[in-house]
């Protein structure tokens, strides 16, 4: 079975840009979940995705915003790009939305901000 | 609120030796633990988890944790490290809020293992 595959691998964009990035849930996966790794914060929840509905969100701003499709494929956004959004990007999908339940990580994007 | 911590930046070990990377949480209710690895350029991959049942836990790659209640510890080990052992170890507890799918990790550990 296809493990979690996040696209693009990497990005750069300039500051005041704003970027998406997308992700492929594990088949038959019907959670996503999005984590910032940078290394001063380390790695920090963003939001999950569970049935096409946002069921938790993480302290960021709003202009980080994500969407999940009947696929259970999802996207996150960020508008107005600061340098300090330059981080890893990181999916993560498991069966349901059960905190007990193992969540498995795509390889991530890496976004740089200029 | 929900914590992990993980108190060495980096842990040394020779190959062939016991390897222990520590890792101590704080949460209200039962706790769901988790333990990572992640190479270079890579994302996180599981290693194990504890949900209930049997204190330790054996997982992938001949790692294993024990989780202990009383001194709120939950520490990943491997009786034999490899050169290939080397990487970043992260500890993760779920958040149980609603039951949704939060994991609060900690700090994360780099482990090096010397030939």
């Known amino acids: 079975k296809a493990g979690v595959t996040q696209t693009p691998r990497y990005l750069i964009k300039t500051r005041g840009q704003q970027v998406t990035l997308s992700c492929s849930p594990i088949?038959?996966?019907?959670?996503v979940s999005w984590y910032q790794q940078t290394p001063g914060q380390g790695l920090q929840f963003l939001f999950e995705?569970?049935?096409?509905?946002?069921?938790n969100k993480g302290n960021f701003p709003g202009r980080f915003s994500g969407r999940q499709f009947s696929n259970s494929r999802s996207e996150m956004n960020v508008s107005t790009l600061e340098l300090g959004d330059s981080a890893l990007y990181l999916c993560?999908?498991?069966?349901?939305?059960?905190?007990?339940?193992?969540?498995?990580f795509g390889p991530g994007t890496r976004l740089t901000v200029l | 609120a929900q914590s992990v911590a993980q108190p060495e930046d980096q842990v040394n070990v020779a190959e062939g030796n016991p390897l222990t990377v520590k890792c101590t949480y704080s949460?209200?209710?039962?706790?769901?633990l988790f333990w990572y690895v992640q190479y270079p350029n890579r994302g996180l991959q599981f290693l194990l988890k504890?949900?209930?049942?049997?204190?330790l836990v054996k997982g992938s790659y001949g790692f294993e944790a024990e989780f202990n209640k009383s001194q709120t510890s939950f520490h990943l080990k491997k009786p034999s490290a490899l050169v290939s052992d080397s990487a970043l170890y992260f500890c993760?507890?779920?958040?149980?809020?609603?039951?949704?799918?939060?994991?609060?990790f900690g700090a994360g550990t780099r482990l090096a293992v010397h030939p």
């Open positions: 995705y569970f049935s096409e509905t946002q069921r």
């Open positions: 504890y949900i209930t049942g049997d204190n």
């Open positions: 993760a507890v779920s958040a149980i809020s609603g039951g949704y799918n939060k994991l609060i």
């Open positions: 949460v209200s209710g039962n706790p769901y």
């Open positions: 088949s038959g996966h019907r959670s």
């Open positions: 993560a999908s498991s069966w349901t939305s059960d905190g007990a339940d193992t969540q498995y």
